[in-house]
């Protein structure tokens, strides 16, 4: 299956449910895959309003920012994502984003 088939797929499964979280972000990630990092980002910012509490959205958001040279936003995304991981006790996510926190910082 190709990613614009996986895409189409996807965003007719979003149609039925508009917020689902998992639907959101694999839509992004598609969008991401094809190089169109602007709609990328968009689904990537819906999720974020809709699920803000959606671990996985920060690391591959923030890596997006990275990727669009804008580090402010990127480091702003790595810390909301690490006090969402923090509340959630998800330590795994937790060193995930400190590492790319800390990678971006030695980097400027």
């Not at 614009?4 to 797929?9: E, G, P």
């Not at 979003?14 to 602007?38: G, H, I, Q, R």
């Not at 671990?55 to 790595?78: I, P, R």
Request: aromatic residues 10%; negative net charge.
């Amino acid at each position: 299956m190709t990613t614009a088939n996986r895409l189409n797929q996807l965003k007719a499964l979003l149609e039925d449910d508009p917020s689902d979280s998992f639907l959101l972000f694999a839509v992004a990630k598609e969008y991401e895959t094809l190089n169109d990092l602007d709609l990328s980002l968009e689904y990537f910012l819906k999720l974020l309003d809709t699920d803000p509490d959606y671990v996985g959205l920060y690391y591959h958001l923030g890596k997006l920012y990275e990727t669009l040279d804008d580090e402010s936003k990127a480091l702003k995304t790595y810390n909301d994502g690490i006090n969402v991981c923090k509340k959630q006790s998800d330590w795994h996510a937790l060193g995930e984003l400190n590492n790319a926190k800390t990678n971006l910082e030695l980097n400027l």
